[in-house]
């Protein structure tokens, strides 16, 4: 038996986790959390949040000292109304004729909303809500008037701005209209404070957007330059000087780059098209020459294991960076199932549920999973078998999907670890009892990421190598 059917679920005693396709509400907390902090960690969103506290600070120490500095002028204009309205009614009560004093109260009323009323003992009032506003205010009018007045909110469950007076000894309740001591400060300046606030977000969305740009598109001619593509380069005419001299000089560095990419590359594959020709002629030789054939199969054997390490050396040396497509993992899975069925030397695990679509390149992705599944059998053979067991798994991410190689062979050691993706690293004696080259992981991991995706080593549950890689997920707008 070579290759089991896809199995629904995990033995508990498995290292790769049982990717779920829904994934728990606890999970999907967390995935978001990460997200909002992955956000908030980003340059723009930082410029942004930075520029609307520090805009919102300022509009909120303006506004609070401009409410103060108005509030006084507002008091001792109120508090001169409303003196002079008690005032002029005193003096239009006292000096009017009796019998007219009820149609002068009644045109009072009518025309200027001013209310005279006479107060009885009885009168159930509620004081006035005192504020910094109306306490300087029934201060001032006290002051002013040169005697003590009663304010209040309601008379007998009547609401408005009560005032009691006297006139001649003769007690009286003045009632006007409560928006004669509300201030206008507060519902007209919210609205322009609401409308200076969305400009200042506005303004900072577009400082921000401006101020990360560049540093935005350095970030991706970088990334771009580490996958292997020259192709792109940044902007040498537009923008600030400073901006422009960046760019410059890194595209300078991205050319030198090419330059020396481009002579290693030719500089190799010469190397190798020169070592193959006499590999050839050797092989021949020894088939045509060597009696012995135990000598022939051995040196046979050898000239193979050369032009296999010459192979690796020009995959590793291809700096072409691969086009990507629409990648099915699913299907991908499929294939290097199909590929390993009849080969007795390796049993996989699969436990591939549906999961999105990838952004990768078909053939090397293939290339990828074959090389690992390779690597394993080369150096993970399952302790007291005689096959390599391997756990191959999906799990579907936020913006990525996860594909995890997973052996259970003797492992790596910690410090080594880091180190297996170097060119040439061999580990311990355990893994390089085979012929190679020590590329193979360091081929995965420069085709990974010259597809956008990252690659992870570490050590699985219950012993072996766990591999896992992250490929982004295809876009709506991709082709």
Known sequence: MSSSPTAPKADPQDGVAVPSAHGSGAGALTRLTRWIGGLFGRLYWRTFLLIVLLVSASLATWFQSFRLLELGPQVTQTARQITSLIDLTRLALIHSDPQYRVSLLEDLAKKEGIYIYPRNAADQWTPMNHTDFTRRLETAVDTRLNEQLDFADAVNDRP???????????????????????????????????????????????????????????????????????????????????????????????????????????????????????????????????????????????????????SKFLEYARSTTPKLETVDLNALIDFVRDRYQKDETVVLHLRTPPVPAVRANTLELQRVVVNLVENAKRYALTPGEVHTDLDISLQPGIDSVQLTVRDHGPGVPQDQLAQLTRPFFRGDAARTSAKGTGLGLSIVDKTIAAMGGRLELGHAEGGGLQVRIWLPQKSENSQ
Request: no cysteine; aromatic share 6%; net charge negative.
């Open 160 to 310: 408005g701005l009560w005032i009691g007076f006297q006139i001649q000894g003769d007690p009286y309740w003045l009632l006007l209209d409560r928006s004669r001591i509300d201030p206008s400060l507060s519902e007209t300046w919210a609205t322009w404070g609401a409308i200076a606030t969305l400009l200042a977000l506005i303004g900072a969305a577009v400082i921000a957007s401006f101020v990360n740009k560049p540093l935005r598109d350095l970030r991706l001619a970088t990334a771009r330059v580490g996958a292997g593509n020259y192709s792109q380069m940044l902007d040498e005419q537009s923008g600030m000087r400073e901006i422009r001299e960046v760019n410059r000089g890194f595209n300078r560095m991205a050319r030198s780059l090419q330059e020396v990419e481009e002579e290693r590359a030719l500089m190799l594959a010469g190397i190798s098209h020169d070592i193959r020709t006499p590999l050839a002629r050797l092989r021949l030789e020894a088939e045509l020459s060597v009696p012995d054939e135990q000598a022939r199969d051995n040196i046979i054997d050898d000239i193979e294991q050369a032009d296999r390490i010459i």
